[in-house]
């Protein structure tokens, strides 16, 4: 058993002025955040949308439908059973406790859940004909029911604080940006789970029904201090999609082959990368060479990728005493490669979102992007989504590759990132604590988060090793982009996850937009966001932050390739 944890009323809480004031008015980093949630507000635009939702009630009985030994999970479809769990599964033995802690008193009738828009659909929306709605099983096999309340994803943290702070409790469990989880579990705000996990046994790090990457992943997107705090429920992973009608044309690949002396493939290293957009873009033409965004919040984990993959292998932000590590030559050097990545770019990337970006690919003016794992499910389909605007013009004309990365010493360490990705956390203070925990503990179970995520109606990216094997979830996120993305997840990098993270993406965004804009050169914006990050660990606490940046370390892959290319 771990050590015991201090209860909620022993931590030391943050002002909610204090947390305020360091983190979510972080200079340009919130101003960006009011675009973003426009945009993730928009149903005209987002793929975060919800696309189906409502409260029809079906006639469903929990004991009718289920396989032989299953205790529970939905029925009335063909292959619900996939999606049915036994007693000695975790979504069982969450059933199992929540059943006994209402039988106790020490369970609520209703919890009510905090859930950004986008995910709304994975809760109320019966998926697929003939299903019940997903809280409505959880309800008929607890007796407790589930409240979803909407809120837009920048004002979670926001609205969380507040309901800490107040104590108000008007959340049983809190929702947020995975990567702000330090923040929130350092302010007090979050219940430290490892009681309850060590107790009933969730599957996060199971082989068979936990997370693609097991513990690096668990500790990337759930933990703070060695202890989880958070469970995720969102694989926001950034993946490479190409169009694969110009990647076999005999043409293009003579006409390359001429010009760079190398066969055209999907690129293993920046360099190919690069070489490939320069050929492909052509905008008198009509088509870019490349798309991944650049745009102010949204575009840095596009540089995080070209940085971390300069060492074997991770490129760290910091290292163990919290020294940055940007201001180097692989800083410098991925800056450097990001501004001049412009030249084939839109004239407008600076500006550029993610709507802009599926609509661009969407209508075939793209060679090459970098977009939520989601991009082939809204583009590579028969009939495109309302909020896109357009008609795809990419039906089965595109695939997608690993991150490109660098090679050192004969191995090739490629790195994607998870950007920002929704997590869900229990109220430090909240009256049912363990209860809350335990319906969690159900939500991201491997059979339950597989059939959530299948549910077209909201926007969770698989995460799970299920996921990745399920014919629903195959259907909506094509065969062909499965492998690449359970790839990319084991190859994977986490954006900065310490306390105070919001004021340190807020800085290395700034000087990125600064340089991209010609404000200041590849090395003096390293210089001054490594000054920044400086000031920034000394308010923050210099000791604590190097307890917590060598707490991250487990968080990072270690997978690495041979070159082939």
């Not at 697929?128 to 409505?136: I, L, R, V, W």
């Not at 390359?256 to 066969?263: A, L, N, R, S, V």
């Not at 493939?265 to 690069?274: A, I, M, N």
């Not at 690449?484 to 700034?510: N, Q």
Request: hydrophobic share 35%.
């Amino acid at each position: 058993m771990p050590e015991k944890k201090k209860k909620p009323e022993e931590t030391k809480k943050v002002s909610r002025r204090e947390f305020l004031g360091t983190s979510l008015k972080a200079g340009a980093g919130i101003a960006a955040a009011s675009v973003a949630s426009k945009f993730l507000r928009s149903d005209k635009y987002s793929p975060h949308s919800i696309f189906a939702s409502g409260e029809k009630k079906l006639e469903y009985t929990p004991k009718a439908g289920l396989a032989p030994g299953m205790i529970g999970g939905p029925a009335g479809f063909e292959g619900a059973e996939r999606y049915q769990y036994s007693g000695d599964e975790a979504a069982g033995r969450a059933v199992e406790g929540l059943r006994k802690l209402k039988a106790e008193g020490d369970a609520p009738d209703k919890f009510v859940v905090m859930v950004p828009p986008g995910a709304v659909g994975h809760w109320e929306s019966p998926f697929p004909e003939g299903a019940p709605q997903a809280k409505q099983v959880f309800a008929e096999e607890t007796g407790i029911e589930i409240e979803v309340v909407d809120t837009v994803e920048t004002e979670q943290t926001t609205k969380l604080i507040q309901d800490y702070q107040t104590g108000a409790r008007a959340y049983d469990v809190y929702s947020y940006w995975s990567d702000e989880t330090q923040d929130l579990a350092a302010a007090g705000a979050l219940l430290n789970l490892d009681e309850f996990a060590d107790k009933y046994k969730p599957d996060w790090n199971d082989p068979q029904w936990g997370n693609v990457g097991g513990d690096v992943t668990t500790t990337a997107t759930s933990k703070f201090l060695g202890s989880v705090y958070s469970v995720v429920m969102d694989g926001d992973y950034q993946l490479w999609v190409y169009r694969k009608d110009l990647f076999e044309d005999p043409k293009e690949q003579r006409a390359f082959k001429d010009q760079y002396g190398w066969e055209l493939q999907w690129p293993e290293t920046w360099e190919q990368l690069d070489q490939i957009s320069k050929f492909f873009h052509r905008p008198d033409q009509g088509l870019i060479g490349c798309t991944d965004l650049r745009n102010q919040y949204w575009g840095f984990s596009n540089w995080f990728q070209r940085y971390t993959s300069f060492d074997n292998p991770n490129q760290f932000y910091w290292d163990d005493d919290m020294n940055p590590l940007i201001n180097s030559d692989a800083g410098i050097q991925a800056t450097k490669e990001h501004v001049d990545s412009l030249a084939w770019h839109h004239k407008d990337a600076i500006s550029w979102g993610w709507p802009q970006q599926y609509a661009n690919m969407a209508e075939a003016a793209a060679a090459i992007t970098c977009a939520y794992p989601n991009m082939p499910k809204f583009l590579d389909a028969p009939t495109s989504p309302d909020w896109l605007g357009v008609e795809s013009k990419v039906y089965q004309k595109l695939r997608s590759g690993v991150s490109p990365g660098r090679v050192h010493n004969g191995v090739l360490v490629r790195r994607t990132v998870w950007w920002p990705s929704i997590g869900h956390g229990v109220a430090s203070n909240g009256r049912y604590t363990e209860a809350a925990y335990l319906l969690l503990q159900w939500a991201s179970s491997g059979k339950v988060s597989t059939w959530l995520v299948a549910n077209p109606a909201g926007y969770y990216d698989p995460w799970k090793v299920p996921h990745f094997k399920d014919p629903f979830v195959i259907g909506s996120y094509k065969d062909w982009h499965i492998k690449t993305y359970e790839e990319s997840i084991k190859r994977s990098s986490p954006p900065i996850i310490l306390p105070g993270v919001i004021e340190y993406r807020t800085a290395i965004d700034t000087v990125l937009q600064q340089a991209l804009a010609g404000q200041k050169t590849p090395r003096q914006a390293m210089k001054d966001c490594a000054d920044e990050w400086n000031k920034i660990t000394d308010r923050k606490g210099r000791d604590k932050q190097i307890e917590a940046v060598r707490a991250t370390r487990s968080a990072w892959s270690t997978v690495v390739d041979r070159p082939t290319i």
